[in-house]
């Protein structure tokens, strides 16, 4: 009997919907088996599609079988749930133990399968393994096939989608057949309605007309056979060209209309001189060869049409014009209650959309629009009954109502002869604002003179009166004691007041203070210090005006305010200081170095090679931010911009760029020599351990020396910029100054960076392998793919030359995919024993390296166990939580993981136990010394570690004999390096690898 589940004709539905069942293999599922038949080590996999009655096999290995019935079949019970069915010995399970398929030849021991789970609950199916032996499942294992059953269902739904798009495909090419039957079956019924008509032989290049035609261009009455040069002469001249121009399109079946042919609306000229305006429409006729024989069409007197609609759209226009120009809102409605004309403004004043106001619109859906808006709130019963429902017996033809956003509107209704109404719309919201503003200043008239008396003596702002004839001056009693004008000084004179300004400023006061009087300005405003009686000193902003002159113009009164702006100029400061420092470390910012930087370039140009510019950057600061948080980095950023106070002198400029970006301007220097000294301490004070566990960050250091030679500061700084290049590039925490040597290394990197993307294109690239030797048989264990450049220029191109040009660019990605690519291409012509090593960058990790590596595999058909992918630590530094489960994805798949340059970073240890690496390879520093005692223990630790661990050790930059045996004395048996062999061809490797392989054999 066969299990099934509640929802099982929903799960039917689904599968047939997938439109799968019985149809052609198909690679990347076939692929799916064999990946999972290798991966378990079994000798059946199976991706089964569950029917009512059947299962069938979308792709399979190790069986002739395409299906079974549905009650024999094991993963009828593999969909019944979510998880993974796992039967470790058949033949004890009551539900399979008569399965004809354990008790028949295929004597079936074990079986796991996966649910192919389409959408939640829908279990279209299953990947199954099988066994001819019992055998235990991991859960690591029923992790992994459950992967791998997700690669299934990811293709299942790609079908599914590829399903709809056809038949989308379907249905738009239908429609488009139905609209080019409506499209010809209007243009023969436009054909059909002729009126004067006519017919253009093309071969003759002549027309021939009918009376109508004859008729409307008022010649050729005996309707003779013309010329088309003589018809087209009795068009108007400035319609001519383009007639003709269309008429030979059309013949020459260029014409962009649906059935060749052309259409115009022209002028021609009659006999006597009249002009009319004709509508000519034309089609196209054709041979059996598709060829234009001949061109038909109709001719229409359109003159009175063209005068009316010009009249027309003349009055129109008048009309619309004036409506526009009104300043109040018009709308006419008709006899039926339509909005028939309205102007731009009457919406905005009614309060409604403009969508409600068109031709022909219901004026009841208006007054609905302004009910719900509470347009009439508030108003006299019988207005507000018109108003709402528009009754003729309640209708009140002037009133003035106000909105509820306040504005007050003035409304005229004039009835017309036809029945309609024309309302106008007048805003007196302003007019009646004025008329009430004007009442109530009336009214507090009285009570502002009383309070300004008090206003005088109380305001925290001075008021001050200048009587220039008399030389008194009157100023309000809060500012006398403010100014400290008390006791003797309580009436303040103006040689008193002169005296409380500034001495800095007082020229400025008398400056603005004389032009103002002589009528040079329309008011005096100035901004100054005043100093109090007891020395403090504030800010005061100054306005003033002249309030009369004598009869010979000369100023008599001044009055105006004295404002305390102090607080606003302390805040000025702090805005004007933060514009140029850096808000993090308080150092200036690329604003003030650039002035700063200015200046030493006016001082360079009187003494060169006195000044230096340096340009600084943090080594690896990114791991910092990643590894302890960007709160951590700020520190980190402060402690390194007091480090370089200290370094220079006071009048030094030391600025902060942004991010791990410093620069500094040291003036008054002996040229190149000091620089270096103070690069070299600058060195040593960033290098010194921080509180944070000790942490060490590098300093990167370029400089330029100013030489007067007119650079600007862009063309100094990008010096220094480059020299900061050449430092990084030599291995960072050193300085280089600017040289044109370094120029000119910038400027190949640079060329190098545009060729790259073209060379990979053109195949520029190749791959060679150097073999990493078991030394215990002296077979090869794998190579090593070694990606080169042969430049059409430059001919052979070192890695280290490129490779860090390509990770600058992003290039390395599509890099990388090819070498990896070629690398498991060419490992098929290698002995089943050899595997491939490939390096990979950190840029690929980003950038979808699990997808490269299955495509490279499921492209090659290598197996995932041949393939080995060198890792290094800084990969690991970047996104250890990200890489480590990107790694064990790899590996759960079957590749083999490697550390590479073990030993040269500084988490090494961490991460050998956060993942189970499969080699560990020695960097080649250590080898190279391995003759010194401290690198042999070194590499004995190593050795020890990969044992403890289960991991494989392989010895990097064996060259010599003596390296060999000292590497083999502490324990390591793979090792790599011209002592063995140098990076090899293609051919080479092959050669290679079949001679180790035979001479072990033997």
Request: one cysteine or more; glycine letters at 6%.
């Amino acid at each position: 009997m066969v299990v099934i589940l509640a929802n099982e004709a929903d799960r039917l539905t689904a599968l047939r919907h997938l439109a799968i069942m019985d149809t052609p293999n198909e690679a990347h599922f076939d692929a799916v088996c064999r990946l999972a038949r290798d991966l378990f080590a079994v000798p059946i996999a199976l991706i089964s599609l569950v029917e009512e009655d059947r299962q069938w096999f979308k792709a399979k290995c190790g069986t002739d079988l395409d299906g079974t019935k549905r009650s024999i079949a094991f993963c009828n019970y593999t969909i019944l749930s979510d998880d993974v069915l796992i039967v470790e010995d058949v033949p004890r399970d009551p539900r399979f133990a008569g399965n004809p398929m354990v008790q028949g030849e295929q004597a079936i021991r074990f079986c796991a399968g996966a649910p192919l789970i389409l959408r939640p609950g829908i279990h279209v199916g299953a990947l199954c393994i099988k066994d001819t032996v019992a055998r235990t499942f991991l859960p690591e294992q029923i992790r992994q096939l459950r992967d791998l059953a997700e690669i299934v269902v990811a293709h299942l739904r790609l079908h599914e989608t590829q399903r709809g798009h056809e038949a989308e495909i379907a249905e738009r090419m239908c429609v488009e057949r139905r609209l080019r039957a409506a499209a010809e079956f209007q243009a023969i019924a436009e054909e059909t309605a002729r009126l004067g008509h006519w017919r253009i032989d093309v071969a003759g290049r002549t027309i021939a007309w009918s009376a109508g035609i004859a008729g409307i261009f008022g010649r050729n009455v005996g309707l003779a056979v013309l010329a088309l040069e003589e018809h087209l002469g009795f068009y108007h001249s400035d319609d001519r060209a383009a007639v003709r121009t269309r008429i030979e399109a059309a013949m020459a079946d260029t014409s962009d209309l649906p059935r060749g042919g052309y259409e115009h609306r022209s002028r021609v000229l009659r006999p006597d001189g009249e002009v009319r305006y004709v509508s000519v429409c034309g089609v196209a006729e054709r041979d059996e060869a598709g060829q234009v024989v001949s061109l038909h069409g109709v001719c229409l007197d359109v003159t009175d049409l063209t005068r009316s609609e010009r009249e027309l759209r003349d009055t129109g226009a008048l009309l619309r014009a004036t409506l526009e120009a009104m300043d109040q809102g018009l709308l006419m409605t008709d006899a039926d209650d339509r909005v028939r004309v309205h102007n731009g403004r009457v919406a905005a004043m009614m309060g409604v959309p403009e969508s409600l106001l068109y031709d022909g619109a219901l004026f009841q859906a208006v007054r609905s629009y302004q009910i719900e808006h509470g347009e009439f709130v508030g108003l006299p019963d019988r207005l507000k009954r018109w108003l709402e429902f528009g009754q003729a017996e309640m209708r009140v033809n002037d009133y003035e109502r106000q909105r509820p956003n306040g504005t007050v509107l003035e409304v005229r209704t004039l009835p017309v002869s036809t029945g309609g109404l024309v309302r106008t719309f007048t805003d007196v919201t302003t007019r009646r604002s004025a008329e009430r503003a004007l009442r109530e200043s009336e009214a507090h008239l009285r009570v502002s003179q009383e309070r300004l008396a008090l206003a005088l003596d109380s305001g925290e702002d001075c008021l001050f009166d200048w009587d220039l004839a008399k030389g008194s001056l009157w100023v309000t009693e809060r500012w006398r004691h403010k100014l400290g004008l008390v006791g003797e000084l309580a009436q303040p004179t103006l040689s008193a007041w002169i005296a409380a300004i500034h001495p800095e400023d007082r020229e400025q006061v008398a400056d603005v203070t004389r032009a103002h009087l002589k009528s040079l300005t329309p008011s005096l405003e100035c901004e100054y210090r005043v100093r109090r009686a007891d020395g403090f000193i504030f800010w005061v902003l100054a306005r003033a005006r002249v309030a009369s002159r004598t009869l010979d113009g000369q100023a008599a009164r001044l009055v105006g305010t004295l404002i305390d702006i102090s607080q606003r100029k302390e805040a000025e400061a702090r805005i004007e200081h933060m514009a140029l420092h850096d808000a993090l470390t308080g150092l200036p910012n690329r604003n003030l170095f650039r002035k700063r930087l200015d200046d030493a370039l006016h001082q360079a140009a009187r003494a060169p090679n006195r000044c230096a510019v340096l340009a600084l950057d943090l080594d690896r600061f990114k791991a910092v931010n990643d590894t302890y948080g960007h709160m951590t980095g700020d520190r980190i950023l402060s402690l390194v911009a007091e480090r370089l106070h200290a370094i220079v002198r006071e009048s030094d400029t030391v600025a902060r760029f942004g991010g791990d970006e410093f620069a500094v301007i040291l003036s008054n220097i002996d040229g190149g020599e000091a620089t270096a000294q103070i690069c070299a301490r600058i060195i040593v004070a960033v290098g010194e351990p921080f509180l944070l566990d000790s942490r060490v960050i590098g300093i990167s250091i370029g400089f330029a020396l100013l030489s007067g030679d007119r650079a600007t500061a862009e063309e100094v700084f990008k010096r220094a910029d480059m020299a900061l290049f050449e430092a990084k590039a030599a291995g960072r925490n050193t300085y280089r100054m600017f040289e044109a040597e370094a120029h000119a290394r910038a400027a190949t990197r640079s060329s190098l960076a545009l060729d790259m993307k073209e060379a990979i294109r053109r195949g520029d690239f190749f791959l060679v392998y150097q073999p990493i030797i078991d030394v215990t048989v002296e077979a090869v264990a794998s190579f090593e793919a070694l990606i080169r450049w042969q430049h059409p220029e430059y001919g052979l191109i070192s890695p280290g030359d490129f490779i860090s040009i390509a990770e600058e660019t992003g290039l390395i990605v599509p890099l990388g995919a090819w070498a990896l690519n070629e690398a498991c291409r060419e490992a098929l012509n290698w002995p089943a024993s050899v595997r491939v090593s490939v390096n990979i960058s950190t840029l690929q990790f980003r950038h979808g390296l699990e997808e490269t590596v299955i495509a490279a595999l499921a492209g090659s058909g290598l197996a995932p166990g041949r393939l080995k992918l060198e890792v290094t630590e800084s990969l690991l530094a970047q996104d250890p939580e990200q890489a480590v489960a990107v790694l064990h994805r790899l590996r759960a798949l079957g590749v083999r993981i490697a550390l590479d340059d073990f030993g040269t970073g500084y988490s090494s240890l961490s991460y050998l136990r956060r993942f189970p690496f499969d080699k560990i390879k020695i960097d080649r520093s250590f080898i190279r010394d391995i003759a010194d005692p401290d690198a042999a223990a070194i590499v004995r630790a190593v050795v020890g570690i990969g044992e403890r661990l289960g991991m494989g050790i392989v010895a990097e930059g064996v060259e010599t004999v003596e390296q060999l045996e000292l590497v083999r004395r502490e324990g390591c048996m793979e090792m790599q390096g011209y002592l063995f062999s140098e990076p090899l061809s293609v051919p080479e490797a092959r050669a290679f690898a079949d001679a180790r392989h035979e001479q072990v054999a033997a």
